[in-house]
């Protein structure tokens, strides 16, 4: 078992794509779920999968919650997949969000598409990661 605030990632898929590194705009996908299995039955809380719909974000400390900043960090841009548990200390904690109950870990598959600037999207509500838009709208 891992320390209660320790990231636990498993790379499913890495290409040859740059690196994410810290300031690096980031086209990705996403889906969130509350247990590990409801990633594989599709049973997410969030996900912008269904449209293949990338989001674009800047990797900043202070724009993601602490445990996607640190899951994305080092993933390689072209298709790379990621999937990620982020304990309740690097997510919500005792706050918890939409959809997250307080105290509740996540289970996360990241993609990402596309490294360096995207064209602008619609400006979007933070979602369950702590995503938003880098784009105007």
């Given at each position: 078992?891992?320390?209660e ?19 690096s ?22 996900t ?7 989001i ?33 200390a ?31 999207e ?16």
């Amino acid at each position: 078992m891992t320390d209660e605030a320790e990231l636990c990632i498993q790379d499913t898929k890495v290409c040859g794509g740059p690196a994410v590194e810290p300031g690096s705009v980031v086209s990705l996908l996403y889906r969130v779920a509350l247990a590990a299995e409801d990633l594989e039955t599709g049973r997410c809380i969030e996900t912008n999968y269904s449209p293949d719909i990338p989001i674009t974000v800047t990797l900043e400390r202070d724009q993601l919650l602490p445990g996607v900043y640190e899951a994305l960090l080092g993933m390689r841009s072209g298709g790379s997949v990621r999937r990620v548990h982020i304990p309740a200390a690097l997510a919500f904690g005792d706050r918890g969000a939409r959809g997250v109950p307080p105290g509740s870990d996540l289970w996360v598959e990241i993609c990402v598409m596309h490294i360096g600037q995207s064209p602008p999207e619609p400006d979007r509500n933070r979602t369950a990661l702590g995503f938003t838009s880098t784009g105007g709208g």
